[in-house]
Each structure stands twice: as structure tokens, then as C-alpha cells.
């Protein structure tokens, strides 16, 4: 079964940091662009972050520029989300995201591949 697995959410006090993998499984993604979604309670889903297929360009959400950090290794066909400065606003379902194109990545309405989801609770 293709699919992306996400790990590493969980509990943090506002400040505090969480670091998100996303691992492919059955079929590989190094080609293609990656980004990381969110969706809080109650909301539409919204984009935090995107990366291109070689890594050498990222794109952040306005909200979480300066504190998030994406990366990928495609030797290993992973991507990570390092999240600094945590606030309780970061709350929500994180989602890794799969699209062949860098621009396609930026929109939840377009992307071709999503992960399951990983739950983030930031208290205050």
C-alpha cells in the first residue's frame, strides 16, 4: 500500500519544540515536492510548509516563518518539520503532503498524496 506516515506529534507547553517526520511507504517520493498542512478543529486545512523535490527551495505559511523549519533527506525519502516557539495556535492535525509540482504543493485542494495525519496539542 503506498502511503506517507508522519510521526513525532504529541503534547508541548507553549515555547516548546516538536520535530515531525514524514516517511514514504510502498512506492518512493524523492521526486516529488513535500509540505506539511494543518487543520485545527472546526477550520479548513492550510498550508505551513513546502519543499522541492532537490531541497534547495522551502516555502513557509506567513504564520509559521521564522519558527518552522522543513528539510528532507532523499536518501532516505523523508521529510521533517522542526517547530520552535510553539504557540497554542499550532494546534491541529499535522498532514505530510506529496505533489509532483512545487506549486501544486502550496494548495490543500491540489495535492495528490496525503499522509494520515499526526496530531500536535500546544498548551498554554
Known amino acids: 500500500q503506498v502511503q506517507l506516515v508522519e510521526s513525532g506529534g504529541g503534547l508541548v507547553q507553549a515555547g516548546g519544540s516538536l520535530r515531525l517526520s514524514c516517511a514514504a511507504s510502498?512506492?518512493?517520493?524523492?521526486?516529488?515536492?513535500k509540505g506539511w498542512f494543518r487543520q485545527a478543529p472546526g477550520k479548513e486545512r492550510e498550508f505551513v510548509a513546502a519543499?522541492?523535490?532537490?531541497?534547495?527551495?522551502?516555502y513557509y505559511a506567513e504564520s509559521v516563518k521564522g519558527r518552522f523549519t522543513m528539510t528532507r533527506d532523499n536518501a532516505k525519502d523523508t521529510v521533517s518539520l522542526q517547530m520552535n516557539s510553539l504557540k497554542p495556535e499550532d494546534t491541529a492535525i499535522y498532514y505530510c503532503?506529496?505533489?509532483?509540482?512545487?506549486?501544486?504543493?502550496?494548495?490543500?485542494?491540489?495535492?495528490?498524496?496525503w499522509g494520515q495525519g499526526t496530531q500536535v496539542t500546544v498548551s498554554s
Open positions: 519543499i522541492n523535490w532537490r531541497g534547495g527551495n522551502t
Open positions: 503532503a506529496a505533489d509532483p509540482s512545487f506549486v501544486r504543493i502550496t494548495s490543500a485542494h491540489a495535492v495528490e498524496r
Open positions: 510502498g512506492r518512493t517520493f524523492s521526486g516529488y515536492a
